[in-house]
């Protein structure tokens, strides 16, 4: 059976693509208000390394208006080319509208590899180009690796509650697609001092919003909140053994004291006393903070998964023996009330 008839027997509805003619690898790289977002930088990363092995190169898509200089950050963190487009129709993000622009150059580069960060924009953008393309996507994936024969991206993803791995492949189609959390790879060096080619593209039928029933998005306001997870650089989380809302609060204000910010396992989030945007582990966010301080967290591997890369990692549990103080450089064992009112405590003196 010809390669062509084996995608055929799989879904008849689409056509068949030679893989031959599919070649490179692509980073999406989030641009939001003049910022790249970290986890697009760590994506080119791990594509030097993927690309390395398949003897290709690296390419990093930019969409966006009024781009200046940025279209060349992705060179200087290891991409070989950046495309971009610039035009007032990506002025503000709307996912069918970027979707349409990736999906244009795709069909014609055709890259046999494309990666999303696992952002809120990542995880929607992602399936609208999958779907568009005619091909598969793995997302939230937390490790990549490709073969050098095939040239099949291994797309690794827990599931089952975390409790084993999935290693997908998508060996009939191609471009390979797949979103990555932020904080899984590092973020590689800026080296100012590389060179690569940047190519500037001109998208002839972006699509507009009018005439097609879509929300169109007229200004976007952030409100006043401590930094996500995912960027602090102290994080204090929340365990079910805080007990109540009251005690995430209490949590909230040493966070604040110690220039950090809050996060929250899968039962605080899952009992609605923090966002889901907050939680940390396997199903919720990936940080790599210096301080991490778990209260009253048990220490789950789910919720491990999330945090194991943090440089110092502070225990308080009244549990002598949760699994928390295996991973823990530091450990306290009392109420945690009467040891985080201590450090408020420490901290407001400290600031007078």
């Not at 290709?56 to 495309?83: C, F, H, M, S, W």
């Not at 487009?85 to 970027?98: C, R, T």
């Not at 995880?123 to 099949?152: F, H, M, Q, W």
């Not at 599931?159 to 904080?183: C, D, E, F, K, M």
Request: aromatic letters at 6%; charged letters at 25%.
């Amino acid at each position: 059976m010809s390669a062509a008839q084996a995608q055929q027997k799989i879904c008849s509805e689409w056509n068949p693509v030679n893989k031959n003619e599919y070649r490179g690898i692509w980073v999406y790289v989030e641009y939001v208000n003049g910022v790249i977002k970290d986890g697009s930088l760590q994506l080119i990363g791990k594509a030097r390394e993927l690309a390395g092995k398949i003897s290709t190169d690296v390419t990093a898509v930019v969409l966006g208006y009024n781009l200046g200089d940025a279209v060349k950050e992705p060179i200087y963190y290891g991409a070989d080319k950046v495309i971009y487009v610039d035009h007032p129709a990506l002025a503000k993000y709307v996912p069918h509208i970027y979707a349409n622009v990736i999906v244009q150059l795709a069909n014609k580069y055709k890259p046999e590899i494309i990666l999303f960060a696992a952002t809120k924009r990542g995880r929607e953008l992602a399936p609208y180009v999958a779907n568009s393309l005619r091909t598969g996507i793995t997302a939230d994936c937390t490790e990549l690796d490709v073969d050098p024969k095939t040239r099949d991206l291994d797309q690794v993803r827990p599931t089952y509650g975390g409790n084993i791995l999935a290693h997908i492949r998508t060996p009939t189609r191609r471009p390979q697609l797949a979103s990555v959390r932020p904080n899984v790879f590092p973020t590689p060096p800026r080296d100012t001092s590389r060179k690569g080619e940047i190519i500037e593209e001109t998208i002839n039928s972006i699509p507009s919003i009018n005439g097609q029933g879509l929300i169109e998005v007229k200004s976007v306001v952030k409100g006043e909140e401590l930094p996500p997870v995912e960027k602090a650089d102290i994080v204090v989380v929340a365990g079910r053994g805080v007990g109540s809302a009251d005690g995430v609060k209490l949590l909230t204000e040493l966070a604040k004291l110690l220039g950090g910010t809050i996060g929250g396992t899968k039962k605080v989030v899952d009992a609605g006393w923090l966002a889901a945007d907050r939680q940390v582990g396997q199903t919720g966010k990936t940080i790599r903070p210096t301080l991490y301080i778990g209260v009253g967290v048990s220490g789950a591997i789910q919720h491990v998964f999330g945090m194991k890369e943090s440089k110092i990692i502070v225990a308080i549990n009244s549990d002598p023996n949760a699994p928390i103080f295996q991973y823990a450089d530091y450990g306290i064992v009392g109420d945690y009330r009467d040891v985080v009112k201590e450090l408020i405590e420490l901290l407001k003196n400290y600031k007078k």
